[in-house]
């Protein structure tokens, strides 16, 4: 069910997740609201293949959780990916509060550094300011005793991941498999933080248009048009 046109600060926390295929994001979805909200299961080739948005009532706020398929997903081409992620305005509107990107505590690849750079792209030069960034997967972490600022620390400085931490205010967290409530609670913290430095604004439906226009001759205006059309259509939708 899509949420509301009009956002209550107080009780209400929407957010959409991206990352890399597999690393988690649904997991995480379903960590935060509190039930098996997304389809997760192990396997070779992706699991998510559509934009997704589920809710659920927890800690006094109506969550809002937007989960999507994943950057080098196995079955989809990367015009349908884009296609695919302007696809959360359909689901909220008139904008979200959060971009949570996640991402595997390990070694980090060209993949993973084409991903970053991708989502960059994708979401504009605001994407800083609304992002937090998760990482999964932390018993490798926690094998090592390592902690996760300590693994922040060893990301290369000149990486598009340090460059996105650091413009981000250091927005980030580790969370396993079987977070606890105070964990989840520290991220939605992280999320009143957002809402308080950017004074109550949100990244829009109408910022992320404008992301398109922008990238609409690195892109292809043919992709950047299904985008603003999905958007118009998703805006339109919800005001009805």
Known sequence: MAASSELDYDNKVQIVLIGKTQVGKSTIGNIILGFHA??????????????????????????????????????????????????????????????VLVIQAERFTEEDEKTFKFFKTLFGDNLKDYLIVVFTHICRLEDQHMSIDQFVETIDKSSNLQKLICKSNKR??????????????????????????NGGKYYSNELFKRAQEVNSNSIGSRISGICTGILNWGSKKLSN
């Open 38 to 99: 997304f389809d997760t299961k192990l396997s070779a080739a992706s699991v998510t293949s559509k934009t997704e948005c589920k809710e659920n009532d927890r800690f006094g706020k109506q969550l809002v959780v937007v989960d999507t398929p994943g950057f080098f997903h196995t079955e989809l081409t990367e015009e349908e990916l884009r296609n695919e992620y302007c696809k959360w305005s359909e689901h909220i509107s008139p904008g979200i509060q959060a971009i």
């Open 172 to 197: 980030y967290i580790a969370l396993g498999n079987t977070a606890s409530e105070e964990e989840v609670q520290n991220l939605l913290g992280m999320i009143e933080e957002i809402k308080e430095v």
